[in-house]
Nanobody, 122 residues
């Protein structure tokens, strides 16, 4: 059974940091790209960042470039999203998802985990 478990969310003040984790199991992790998406209340789910399996290439939404860093550790089937200088507009439920290659759209991802809530207070 494919499982993706996101964790690490919480309440943080603006300017603070959080590190999200996505633990994967049930599939060959090394062969899959992992992306982070987020969904704020009343908004569509949007891509935040993604990391390829083939060469480790990374992608970021313009809104998080320079503040968020994605990384993967195939040895423990985990992808991390380090989030620094958080802003109130980053408040959302964050999800991790898997696909053969990175996708900008949530519709292109094959497997999803349950989300973790990030709340940034001003």
């Amino acid at each position: 059974e494919v499982q993706l478990q996101a964790s690490g969310g919480g309440l943080v003040q603006a300017g603070g940091s959080l590190r999200l984790s996505c633990a994967a199991s049930g599939f060959t992790f090394d062969d899959w790209a992992i992306g982070w998406f987020r969904q704020a209340p009343g908004k569509e789910r949007e891509g935040v960042s993604c990391i390829e399996s083939s060469d480790g290439s990374t992608y970021y939404a313009d809104s998080v470039k320079g503040r968020f860093t994605i990384s993967r550790y195939n040895a423990n089937n985990t992808v991390y999203l380090q989030m620094n200088n958080l802003k109130p507009e980053d408040t959302a439920v964050f999800y991790c998802a898997a696909a053969p290659i990175c996708r900008k759209s949530a519709y292109g991802m094959d497997y999803w985990g349950k989300g973790t809530l990030v709340t940034v207070s001003s």
